[in-house]
């Protein structure tokens, strides 16, 4: 059932920060008299300081409001506001939320039904005003050896900037996990970190965490026309386009028949690179619920027959996001990579979607970017392989906030912490060595 939440409208007019600013700086223990400070005495603060005291300027005045309602001595008056809180809104409610705020796919509906059907709970909370949904999460819940652990994939969905309304659904979203009995709920904004994200995680007290979903991406701009969006290639990647397709590669789009195909083609390229790949039965659960709603692209490219390499990409709020790809070893002298993603953009930018997400860098040309460093030539991490590829397709470097941390059961959210790190760590080392190993043998 809705819940209504109503935020009291503050008491202190909106001008009481000033008027309390100026007495406070007029205060008579602080106010300098003309004979403590003349400069006939000598006793003056600095050279040339007026000889007679006409109270504040608005500067000073500004700062010292400034000073007090950060201290919450007083507040500016707001207009009172009656915010909803429902758990469960109808599926089109959420998808106007999803489009009106181009939120992440990870926070539709469809993504929720995906992973109740590979052992997750989800539940999505939602604040509305005016019978309008204007903020909500999509709540995963996985039961760990050490408790319940909540989960928000690239959300919660909301303006960091409106603390009324990000405060009610964190009250919300954290009253949904102690129900459920995590140990500690994990979020994701989809946002740059700004200065009201910080607040928000400082309202919290927030800590931050390792991300689950990559934390730097490419974006490409799709509002560009097909002369511009092609002039953004890199030299190389135009030139292995042309190249590819002389050489007959073509591109064909898949449909629900294909997907064990291409999850065949995946589990390749996990072998090969040492990644961990889904079940054939994850994506087919995402072609069913997001290809059938034409939401999800396949794509192949081939050459004389034979599948060369894939991708599988969803679309949601205007953005078209390159979630999975795969390649073969055999044929890729003939750059089929390069012609297939090259296709996948372009089709994107005729159905309208206006960015295309290449999902995934090195963090570290992310922080680079984000603080204004030169670009490192190299790192460690299996991102890396892929980024000299990616990064030939024209994309600005975007870097997300992070992940962050509410522990409610702090000891045992510690330990799960510890554990999932070292597991996580042990996991991606293991897989690197099998993939240099099996890479010598073959050489």
């Known amino acids: 059932m809705p819940r209504e939440v109503r935020w009291k409208k503050q008491a202190t007019p909106p001008r009481a920060s000033i008027a309390l600013a100026h007495r406070q700086y007029n205060a008579p223990s602080e106010r300098p008299s003309n004979d403590a400070w003349s400069p006939s005495n000598g006793n003056h603060p600095a050279v040339g300081a007026a000889r007679h005291y006409n109270g504040p300027t608005e500067k000073q005045m500004v700062a010292t409001a400034r000073s007090v309602e950060r201290h919450s001595l007083v507040r500016i008056e707001q207009p009172p506001r009656r915010l909803t809180v429902e758990r469960e809104p109808s599926e089109g409610a959420w998808r106007r939320l999803i489009d009106a705020t181009s939120a992440s796919p990870l926070q539709a509906a469809e993504w929720g039904a995906v992973k109740r059907e590979t052992g997750w709970q989800a539940i999505r909370v939602a604040v509305s005003e005016h019978d309008r949904l204007i903020a909500g999460a999509q709540v995963l819940l996985r039961q760990t050896p050490l408790g319940k652990v909540a989960y928000v994939p690239r959300g919660p969905i909301a303006d960091y900037g409106d603390p009324q309304v990000t405060d009610t659904l964190m009250l919300e979203i954290t009253e949904l996990a102690r129900m459920h009995g995590a140990i500690a709920l994990r979020i994701e904004p989809n946002a740059r970190r700004c200065a009201d994200l910080d607040a928000f995680a400082r309202r919290w007290r927030l800590s931050p965490a390792n991300p689950v979903q990559p934390r730097s ?227």
């Open 217 to 443: 991406t490419l974006i490409v701009d799709l509002t560009l026309g097909p002369v511009a969006l092609w002039d953004r290639l890199s030299q190389r990647t135009r030139y292995n386009i042309r190249l590819a397709s002389r050489r007959g590669i073509s591109v064909v789009e898949g449909e629900e028949s294909d997907v064990p195909l291409f999850h065949s083609l995946l589990a390749e390229t996990g072998r090969r690179a040492g990644f961990a790949v889904h079940s054939r039965e994850y994506f087919e659960s995402v072609w069913h619920h997001f290809g059938r709603q034409g939401l999800a692209r396949l794509l192949f490219a081939l050459r004389a027959g034979t599948v060369l390499s894939a991708a599988l990409d969803l679309t949601m709020a205007g953005t078209t996001y390159h979630l999975y790809a795969a390649s073969s070893e055999a044929g890729r002298e003939h750059k089929p990579n390069d012609l297939l993603q090259w296709e996948a953009i372009r089709r994107a930018q005729c159905e309208g979607s206006r960015t295309y997400d290449m999902w995934g860098i090195p963090d570290e040309v992310g922080q680079a970017c984000e603080e204004g460093w030169p670009e490192p030539a190299s790192g460690t991490g299996g991102l890396w392989g892929v980024y000299a590829f990616k990064r030939g397709f024209g994309g600005a470097v975007v870097r997300y906030s992070g992940a962050f941390d509410l522990p409610l059961v702090p000891a045992r959210h510690w330990l799960w912490r510890q554990t999932v790190d070292r597991v996580r760590w042990l996991k991606t080392n293991l897989n690197a060595a099998a993939a240099v190993t099996r890479t010598r043998a073959e050489r």
